[in-house]
């Protein structure tokens, strides 16, 4: 345990550490670097909120990574050029308004979807899942009002009071300290009674159930918090590049999100932070040198998959030890 926090503290120095020395040698590529690694990291907490915890391999999250990133686009759109939005709302280009907009719609959206999905289970959810993704990604492509399949570009990124969100190290700071509050947030659920439910419903639902708890219900819950959650890092990648584009639905975005937790470690509260890293390093890094370097980072997950079940954390920390 004391081996996993040390892991963990490190990670989590490192990257406004490396952000700051990135500003200090006017590096902008690399504090984008780790922003992008800060706001993968909140998509994947958010899914693993279902995956760590619950055991749901959902494979539609990028549908609700999606669904922030086009609230932001479109409220920030119709903010830049003065229309409303169904003739009642203006839009707006702060983000204290576009983040609880982005998660209440993800929520809602969420919430029909998991009442279906979580009559399901195993290859039936993960393919339930996958295909409400894909018919949300489709309605983007042939929406032409917002850019259809050629996605939406923003004139300026939004604004967060008393920041100069322009300025690269701001909009890092930020979206680090969203992420780490999400990470509290998260081990305070995981620690608490909703949180031993949810890994309950996981383990033995039948002895659940005899308790008077519904499984169903709780895993409801926990879908719909991890979808607000995926939806506020969608609304932060989109200002990080002032562009949503169809692709954000993509089941090549779940997919994305599902190597971070199980390069980092399932069920871990920095697992999908590691993987993040990880990933966006390796990225970076074998990107360089060679055209099809995912080729390469799959051997390295394979190896993850074969002799790291527990992830880069489970590799050094050891056995997670569930509640």
Do not use: C
């Amino acid at each position: 345990m004391k081996r996993e926090i040390a892991i963990s503290l490190f990670f989590a120095l490192a990257l406004p550490v490396v952000a700051l020395i990135a500003n200090q040698m006017g590096e902008t590529f690399y504090i984008s670097l780790v922003t992008r690694i800060a706001i993968l990291a909140l998509a994947a907490t958010g899914l693993n909120l279902v995956l760590g915890l619950g055991g749901m391999v959902s494979f539609g999250h990028a549908a609700f990574f999606g669904i922030g990133g086009y609230v932001a686009g479109i409220l920030a759109s119709h903010a830049s050029d003065g229309t409303a939005i169904f003739n009642w709302f203006s839009g707006s280009d702060q983000m204290l308004v576009i983040w609880p907009v982005a998660m209440l719609v993800a929520g809602l959206i969420a919430l029909p979807i998991g009442i279906i999905s979580l009559r399901t289970s195993g290859v039936y959810f993960i393919m339930i899942t996958l295909a409400f993704a894909q018919m949300i990604y489709y309605f983007a492509i042939s929406w032409p009002a917002y850019g259809g399949e050629d996605g939406l570009p923003l004139a300026m990124r939004n604004s967060f009071p008393g920041v100069n969100t322009l300025k690269p190290l701001s909009f890092f700071l930020i979206a680090y300290a969203v992420l780490m509050v999400v990470l509290f947030l998260f081990s305070r659920f995981r620690n608490s009674r909703f949180g031993a439910a949810l890994e309950g419903a996981r383990q033995n639902e039948l002895r659940l159930s005899s308790v008077g708890i519904a499984p169903l219900r709780i895993r409801l819950v926990a879908f719909v918090l991890s979808a607000m959650i995926t939806a506020l890092a969608g609304a932060l990648f989109v200002d990080l590049n002032r562009f949503v584009s169809p692709s954000m639905f993509s089941w090549h975005m779940s997919g994305e999100l599902i190597v971070l937790i199980i390069l980092g470690g399932t069920g871990r509260l920095f697992g999908p932070f590691i993987g993040a890293v990880l990933y966006v390093l390796f990225e970076f890094a074998l990107g360089g040198m060679v055209e099809h370097w995912q080729l390469f980072f799959g051997l390295i997950l394979l190896g993850v998959v074969m002799f790291a079940r527990g992830g880069i954390i489970g590799l050094f920390a050891g056995k997670l030890r569930h509640g």
